[in-house]
């Protein structure tokens, strides 16, 4: 029964192991990326030698994977409630506090640079996703437990 659970505890663990890889990698090649363009970017006007200013960039972003990753931890957040009701309180509290000091960065988003805004919007992701793993090793554990529990 304990292996069950250990199991579950290295899977969780590579998993938030894996996001934190995964947006470390991301943020390495948005900066690459961005080096690489500002360097394009920036000529040198034969005559006039000057360099043209950072043009201003396309600040849409698709977050439709964030959105479900969210709501699937709203829902597991939801049923840590009836499974595992001693740690529910802690994660809510957690959660909620979260939701609030992203809703604060996004009300001043519009207000700082592109570069910033796509690092800045990383970290909140990956604030999100680690607590969202948290959750749902709980959730695991907590429902692993039961069924253990029921066999005996």
Known sequence: MAMAGTNIFRKSSLYVIKLFIAYTFAIFLSQTAMAAKKSKEMSVVVGNVSA??????????DNSGYEHELKACQQELALLESSVPDK???????????????SGYASIRSGIRPQLQRSMDSLWQFRTYRLCAEINLTLLQGLSEDAAGDGK
């Open 52 to 61: 043209e200013s950072e043009p201003e960039e396309s600040l849409e972003v």
């Open 88 to 102: 529910y309180q802690s994660f809510k509290t957690k959660y909620d506090r979260l939701m609030s000091d992203i």
